[in-house]
Protein backbone atom coordinates (compact mmCIF):
# COMPACT_ATOMS: atom_id res chain seq x y z
CA UNK A 1 0.00 0.00 0.00
CA UNK A 2 1.20 3.71 -0.77
CA UNK A 3 2.59 5.43 2.30
CA UNK A 4 3.47 9.24 1.71
CA UNK A 5 6.08 11.42 4.38
CA UNK A 6 6.29 14.74 4.28
CA UNK A 7 9.52 16.46 5.06
CA UNK A 8 11.00 20.09 5.01
CA UNK A 9 9.04 21.97 7.56
CA UNK A 10 10.24 24.10 9.69
CA UNK A 11 10.03 27.35 11.32
CA UNK A 12 11.14 30.36 8.63
CA UNK A 13 11.36 34.27 8.99
CA UNK A 14 8.71 36.19 6.66
CA UNK A 15 10.40 36.18 2.83
CA UNK A 16 12.24 33.43 3.79
CA UNK A 17 12.11 30.30 1.68
CA UNK A 18 11.34 26.07 2.37
CA UNK A 19 11.32 23.09 0.15
CA UNK A 20 8.44 20.46 1.29
CA UNK A 21 9.54 16.76 -0.14
CA UNK A 22 6.81 14.07 -0.32
CA UNK A 23 8.39 11.05 -0.15
CA UNK A 24 6.16 7.40 -1.44
CA UNK A 25 7.01 4.08 -0.02
CA UNK A 26 5.52 0.95 -1.06
CA UNK A 27 4.70 1.88 -4.79
CA UNK A 28 5.96 3.95 -7.46
CA UNK A 29 4.17 7.25 -7.63
CA UNK A 30 4.22 7.30 -11.44
CA UNK A 31 0.69 6.34 -11.54
CA UNK A 32 -0.30 9.90 -9.11
CA UNK A 33 -0.97 12.69 -9.15
CA UNK A 34 0.46 14.97 -5.69
CA UNK A 35 -2.15 17.41 -4.90
CA UNK A 36 -0.18 19.64 -1.70
CA UNK A 37 -3.02 21.20 0.96
CA UNK A 38 -2.69 22.87 4.08
CA UNK A 39 -4.13 23.31 6.95
CA UNK A 40 -3.86 26.15 9.51
CA UNK A 41 -5.46 26.62 12.98
CA UNK A 42 -9.45 27.44 13.25
CA UNK A 43 -9.09 27.79 9.27
CA UNK A 44 -10.62 25.39 6.56
CA UNK A 45 -8.24 23.04 4.50
CA UNK A 46 -7.19 24.61 1.16
CA UNK A 47 -6.02 22.98 -1.93
CA UNK A 48 -2.49 24.83 -2.43
CA UNK A 49 -1.18 23.08 -5.47
CA UNK A 50 -0.91 19.46 -7.55
CA UNK A 51 0.85 18.57 -10.59
CA UNK A 52 -0.79 15.22 -12.80
CA UNK A 53 1.56 11.74 -13.06
CA UNK A 54 3.18 13.36 -16.25
CA UNK A 55 4.21 16.46 -14.30
CA UNK A 56 2.66 18.28 -17.74
CA UNK A 57 0.14 19.64 -15.89
CA UNK A 58 0.20 22.11 -12.58
CA UNK A 59 -2.01 23.91 -10.40
CA UNK A 60 -1.54 26.59 -7.84
CA UNK A 61 -3.80 28.47 -5.91
CA UNK A 62 -4.45 32.24 -6.23
CA UNK A 63 -2.24 33.32 -3.21
CA UNK A 64 0.41 31.31 -4.14
CA UNK A 65 1.15 31.95 -7.68
CA UNK A 66 4.39 33.26 -8.62
CA UNK A 67 5.71 32.29 -4.45
CA UNK A 68 5.61 28.46 -5.11
CA UNK A 69 6.81 25.68 -7.09
CA UNK A 70 5.50 22.33 -7.70
CA UNK A 71 7.97 19.66 -9.23
CA UNK A 72 8.13 16.10 -9.05
CA UNK A 73 11.22 13.23 -9.41
CA UNK A 74 8.92 9.77 -9.88
CA UNK A 75 13.39 8.15 -10.03
CA UNK A 76 13.17 9.25 -6.65
CA UNK A 77 9.66 8.62 -6.05
CA UNK A 78 9.16 12.16 -4.65
CA UNK A 79 7.13 15.50 -4.95
CA UNK A 80 8.81 18.89 -3.99
CA UNK A 81 6.58 22.10 -2.94
CA UNK A 82 9.56 24.80 -3.52
CA UNK A 83 7.95 27.58 -1.35
CA UNK A 84 9.47 31.31 -1.53
CA UNK A 85 8.77 34.49 -0.38
CA UNK A 86 6.82 33.26 2.67
CA UNK A 87 4.06 35.20 4.73
CA UNK A 88 2.71 34.26 8.32
CA UNK A 89 -0.52 33.86 6.31
CA UNK A 90 1.31 30.42 4.99
CA UNK A 91 1.92 29.05 8.17
CA UNK A 92 -0.14 25.45 8.43
CA UNK A 93 0.25 21.93 8.31
CA UNK A 94 1.04 20.89 4.97
CA UNK A 95 0.18 17.58 3.50
CA UNK A 96 0.62 15.68 0.35
CA UNK A 97 -2.13 13.53 -1.23
CA UNK A 98 -1.67 10.98 -3.72
CA UNK A 99 -4.33 9.98 -6.67
CA UNK A 100 -4.50 7.52 -9.21
CA UNK A 101 -5.67 9.55 -12.29
CA UNK A 102 -4.93 10.03 -15.73
CA UNK A 103 -1.28 10.68 -16.75
CA UNK A 104 -2.69 15.10 -17.44
CA UNK A 105 -5.13 15.54 -14.95
CA UNK A 106 -4.29 17.78 -11.87
CA UNK A 107 -7.35 18.16 -9.69
CA UNK A 108 -6.27 19.54 -5.84
CA UNK A 109 -9.04 16.30 -4.43
CA UNK A 110 -8.91 15.17 -0.98
CA UNK A 111 -9.54 11.89 -2.40
CA UNK A 112 -6.50 9.61 -1.95
CA UNK A 113 -4.06 8.13 0.39
CA UNK A 114 -2.45 11.18 2.67
CA UNK A 115 1.15 11.53 4.54
CA UNK A 116 1.13 12.78 7.95
CA UNK A 117 1.90 16.09 7.43
CA UNK A 118 4.61 18.69 8.32
CA UNK A 119 4.50 21.98 9.85
CA UNK A 120 5.57 25.29 8.40
CA UNK A 121 5.50 28.36 10.46
CA UNK A 122 6.54 31.69 9.35
CA UNK A 123 7.18 34.12 11.55
CA UNK A 124 9.64 36.68 12.60
Known amino acids: QLQLVESGGGLVQPGGSLRLSCTASGSTLNYYAITWFRQAPGKEREGVSC????????NYVDSVKGRFTISRDNAKNTVYLQMKTLKPEDTAVYFC?????????????????WGQGTQVTVSS
Open 97 to 113: VALATSRTMCLMSPTGY
Open 51 to 58: ISSSGGSR
